[in-house]
């Protein structure tokens, strides 16, 4: 079938929850798709911050490959020998001792949500509520659009859960006065990746933990966008210098197959018990092969000293077009996780992108979103910017 007869397909049969760009893709390698009329992209955005190891890598196919001819899916009723494997691998690579499988980063934040309500059941003397900043996201549950900072994402879906606060991304001071004694965490992401990819104060993660730590209470980070990488170090944490108590994952951990995880310290994770939280497809074998293969491939392949080296290379090409291009208000960005802020709507110039050979996208409305593969090239940042750089100057 061609583009038009597979866009006509999935309208009929899909239920109208995206807007889809009237693209279909066919197969993808490394930095590039193909689509079904066999013309070439350059794919930055990688399924949002997902394949972090470019489109069908060979460690992670052959390792999905080989773990489907052995063993697809058994109970979390049994031990499982890959999600023990991946447990230690992620355990020993971070702050946790314990860790949960899942299968999305929403399943992630869910657990997490959980994990923080029974810790303060438990230890806290009934505390349950948690304070999350605006602007912020962390995903699409009932639970976890209420976490979510953004009106847009509730409307419709009240009355929505109880036991959340809100306060103002990179402001100590408000955010130490949302605290109230029936908080028992705060849950912050390092980096705001769907707002608007808003990078805090260098100190402001530290005086976050100095702030749970002052009031007895956890420190809950959502990953999901920074973690496996994106930023230059395995986990945005690191550059803060800091261990928090939860940390939640997903996108990047399978570079493409559904998994997520939460991770915790002893202390917090020993609340949860046989019955308290699960998840069929958590954990399966196929994801953690997918998972281990991530991981090693991050160890050998210097993938994080990429992610520095052409992270900055990046930002020095986009920031030599801010002078260029009146309409980018601001350049801003850690590792191969960018955004350009523009002083009008960003949608225009994604879908002018794509015309050009370009995948990117645009979120907080202004904010054109980078987040290419770790194993891009300074060729292939040199190709995206030259686009970038003739779609702005056509406006």
Known sequence: MNKTEWIGLGERYLMNTYRRAPVVFERGEGVRLWDCDGREYLDFLAGIAVCSLGHAHPRVVEAIRRQAGRLMHVSNLYQIEPQILAAQAMCERSFADK???????????????????????????????????????????????????????????????????????????????????????????????EGGIRIPAPTYLQEVRALCDARGILLMLDEIQTGIGRTGT???????????????????????????????????????????????????????????????????????????????????????????????????????????????EGAPYVSRCMQEGLLINCTNANVLRFAPPLVVTAGDIDRAVDILDAVLGAS
């Open 99 to 193: 860790i949960f499988f899942c299968n999305s980063g929403a399943e992630a934040n869910e657990a997490a949500i959980k994990l923080a309500r029974k810790y303060g059941h438990e230890r806290l003397g009934g505390r349950y509520e948690i304070v999350t900043m605006l602007n912020s996201f962390h995903g699409r549950t009932l639970a976890t659009i209420t976490a979510t900072g953004q009106t847009k994402f509730q409307a419709g879906f009240e009355p929505l859960p109880s036991g959340f606060r809100y306060a103002p991304y990179d402001d100590l001071k408000a955010l130490a006065d949302a605290v109230t004694d029936r908080t028992c965490a705060i849950l912050v992401e390092p980096i705001q990746g």
């Open 234 to 344: 395995l986990f945005a944490y690191e550059q803060a210098g800091i261990r928090p108590d939860v940390m939640t994952l997903a996108k990047a951990l399978g570079n493409g197959f559904p998994v997520g995880a939460m991770l915790a310290t002893e202390e917090v994770a020993r609340v949860f018990e046989p019955g308290t939280h699960a998840s069929t497809f958590g954990g399966n074998p196929l994801a953690m092969a997918a998972v281990l293969s991530v991981l090693e491939a991050i160890d050998e392949e210097g993938l994080l000293e990429n992610c520095l080296e052409m992270g900055a290379y990046f930002l020095q090409r986009l920031n030599a077009l801010k002078r260029k291009h009146s309409l980018i208000r601001d350049i801003r960005g850690r590792g191969l996780l960018i955004g350009c802020e523009l002083d009008c």
